[in-house]
């Protein structure tokens, strides 16, 4: 691992981060200015995160913060997404992440204020995601929130996302990309499994009513 990294490393990885802010805006898994993402610049202790504030049709290379391990802002306008300390604990967890999205999707949410998982319905939501649990804190402080993180981590070795109860999803992949495809995959599925309890309370219903 190098200190500071080089500037097209920097553009890679803020070019990947827009592209995919956008594209999580345009899909509405994330709307008004709330969510964050980030990426690992390859061969650095160093990520790039979202500032606080903008909204993920907002972001521009300018209000992209590149922050070490520890979380010293180093570059980029702003002060780095509330969320900072929870992206760090992913990355120091798991080597192999390079991307992280985090957002306040609601069928997600839905699904994970009744469920400890967001039950993986589809076949293709079982084989790319397996297991989406749900993290629930008991404490609202960050070091809380990142022991929390920590201990799911453990206990999870290749977990790919994980929704926050009350809160929304965050998606972690060995790219930005991979991350959002997780996360719209965990949306997804959340909706799917909302539907099918619905349609299975119906069903109880008409027998109930018949
Ligand atoms: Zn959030």
């Known amino acids: 691992m190098s200190g500071l990294p080089a500037s097209?490393?920097?553009m890679r990885v803020?070019?990947?981060?827009?592209?995919?802010a956008k594209r999580a805006y345009e899909i509405r898994l994330q709307t008004g200015n709330g969510g964050n993402l980030?990426?690992?610049i390859?061969?650095?202790?160093?990520?790039?995160?979202k500032a606080r504030g903008c909204s993920f049709d907002q972001c521009?290379?300018?209000?992209?913060?590149?922050?070490?391990?520890?979380g010293e802002q180093v570059a980029g306008d702003g002060t780095p997404s509330q969320e900072l300390a929870a992206h760090l604990a992913i990355y120091q967890r798991r080597p192999d992440v390079h991307g992280i999205l985090h957002c306040h999707s609601p069928w997600a949410i839905a699904c994970a204020n009744m469920n400890d998982s967001i039950p993986t319905v589809t076949h293709h939501a079982k084989s790319k995601l397996g297991r989406i649990p749900v993290l629930r804190l008991s404490d609202e402080t960050t070091q809380a929130k990142v022991a929390a993180i920590e201990a799911m981590l453990s206990a999870n070795r290749d977990l790919r996302a994980f929704v926050e109860d009350r809160h929304g999803i965050?998606?972690?992949?060995?790219?930005?990309?991979?991350?959002?495809?997780?996360a719209e995959l965990v949306e997804e599925t959340a909706q799917i499994a909302w539907s099918m309890a619905l349609n299975g309370q119906l069903a109880s219903n008409r027998v109930s009513e018949a």
């Open 8 to 10: 097209d490393a920097i």
């Open 14 to 20: 803020k070019r990947s981060l827009l592209t995919n």
């Open 38 to 40: 980030s990426g690992r």
């Open 42 to 49: 390859p061969g650095t202790d160093c990520i790039i995160i």
């Open 60 to 70: 521009q290379a300018e209000n992209l913060i590149t922050v070490t391990r520890d």
């Open 170 to 182: 965050f998606s972690f992949a060995s790219t930005i990309e991979l991350a959002r495809y997780n």
